[in-house]
């Protein structure tokens, strides 16, 4: 199975300006997201901030609920999905959905996945028999089902029902695949394993998939293009690495990372040469080329710098003027990584190592970072404005 390619500029979901209440409650504020063939887009971000409701949009579920209220433009390859002539039943064809709970017809395997494609219309026993194949060999679940398929669905496991809720949803190649927290159910060894062969369908067959997911190690190893939301607005759209290494804001940067970075208070000056910094991490020096637009041309700032756990790196020795002095709060050796907190003065910082060391409370250790790997904040505004290199 493999999706066609005609169109490519045009993206597959262009949303502009979309605006959704339930009854007073405006879910979502002015989303605009353009998704392009090919990729992986997962939505991330806390619990209620709209990732849901504007997955549902995008096939029209949210249709379905009461007292709801949708203002704004979303096109299908170019097709505006709310025009009077758009049929629902073959825009759910063209936007195959999979929730978060597996939810399979009580019916066999066979006649779940044949279920859409005999609606639309397709009668032929060879072609059916080879949609289903087809589909559960996308699915992962080819082989381990091809001897029972006339057997009830519901009698599988929840993985496995969870790969024929992905096999009904790719079997009519829909031009979008739209995943709802789709291995969440799922127990860890499975989601990793699950992951892969994710990855794997989107490789076979070219398909354009947006993700909801809670897990950001999904998020980032899954998507080509992360969009975070938060309260109902859409705070920044990158490539995973790209809103790791460069978070807009002081929220995304604390969203994204686990465990998360460290925000440590420093006061600085903006001139025409960049930024001067000083704190309890030192005195740093960053030129004007490093800066984002954001940045203001000059005078005395409040500022946060942030400073990833894996990019400090501790030692026993002091072996040069930049180190900053720190003592161990507690080590927490966890085989394949140390997680050590250190205070610097007031401030708990996180540092993580690879491997086990073991570390005595209190013992002084000394702290060294690549200043260039920092992101500064302006504490103001909450802006970075200076960006990691
Ligand atoms: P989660 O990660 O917990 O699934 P989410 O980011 O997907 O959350 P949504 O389910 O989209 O969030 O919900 C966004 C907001 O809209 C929440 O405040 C939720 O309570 C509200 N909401 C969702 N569905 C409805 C509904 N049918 N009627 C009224 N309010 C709703």
């Known amino acids: ?17 979309l605006n959704l209440w339930y009854g007073d409650f405006k879910a979502l504020k002015g989303i605009s997201l353009d998704v392009g063939e090919r990729e992986i887009t997962a939505l991330i971000g806390p619990s209620g901030c709209g990732k849901s409701t504007f997955l549902k949009t995008l096939n029209r579920m ?36 999979v929730f978060q709970k597996a939810n399979p017809f009580p019916m066999s395997i066979y006649d779940n996945i044949t279920y859409g494609p005999k609606l639309h219309g397709v009668r032929n026993k060879a072609e059916l028999d080879e949609l289903v194949e087809s589909s559960l060999r996308g699915a992962a679940l080819w082989d381990e ?9 519901l009698g599988l496991s929840g993985g496995q029902q969870q790969r024929v809720a992905i096999a009904r949803a ?49 998020a980032l190893t899954m ?18 690495l790209e809103l790791y290494d460069n978070p807009c804001d002081l929220y995304t940067a604390d969203f994204i990372g686990n465990p998360s970075i460290n925000f440590v208070e420093a006061s600085g000056t903006a001139g025409a040469s960049g930024l ?29 710098l942030g400073i990833r756990p894996e990019q400090i790196t501790i030692s026993r020795e002091k072996t040069d003027a930049a180190q900053v002095e720190a003592r161990v709060y507690a080590g927490m050796p966890a085989g394949s990584e140390t997680l050590v907190s250190v205070r610097v003065g007031e401030k708990l910082i996180t540092v993580k190592e ?19 790997k920092v992101n500064v904040f302006d504490a103001s505004t909450k802006r970075l404005i200076k960006y990691s290199r």
């Open 1 to 17: 199975m493999r999706y066609s390619m005609e169109n490519t500029n045009v993206p597959v979901i262009s949303a502009k300006d």
């Open 62 to 97: 949210n249709d379905l609920v009461p007292n709801v209220r949708i203002e704004g433009d979303v096109r299908l390859k170019g097709e505006d999905i709310f025009a009077r002539e758009m049929q629902l039943t073959d825009l759910r064809r063209r936007v195959g959905m």
């Open 145 to 153: 089902v091809k001897d029972r398929l006339k057997k009830s669905a």
């Open 170 to 218: 790719i079997v009519s190649e829909p031009r979008l695949l739209l995943l709802d927290e789709p291995l969440s159910n799922l127990d860890a060894k499975l989601r990793v394993d699950m992951r892969s062969e994710l990855k794997r369908l989107h490789h076979d067959t070219g398909s354009t998939i947006i993700y909801v997911t809670h897990d950001q190690v999904e």
């Open 223 to 240: 998507s080509t293009k992360i969009a975070l939301f938060r309260e109902g607005e859409l705070v920044q759209v990158d490539k995973p």
């Open 276 to 304: 001067s910094v000083d704190g309890v991490m030192g005195r740093l020096e960053f030129s004007r080329e490093d800066m984002t637009p954001e940045a203001p041309a000059s005078g005395d700032l409040k500022l946060v």
């Open 354 to 372: 690879l491997g086990s060391t073991h570390y005595a409370g209190d013992e002084t250790v000394y702290l060294s970072y690549p200043p260039k």
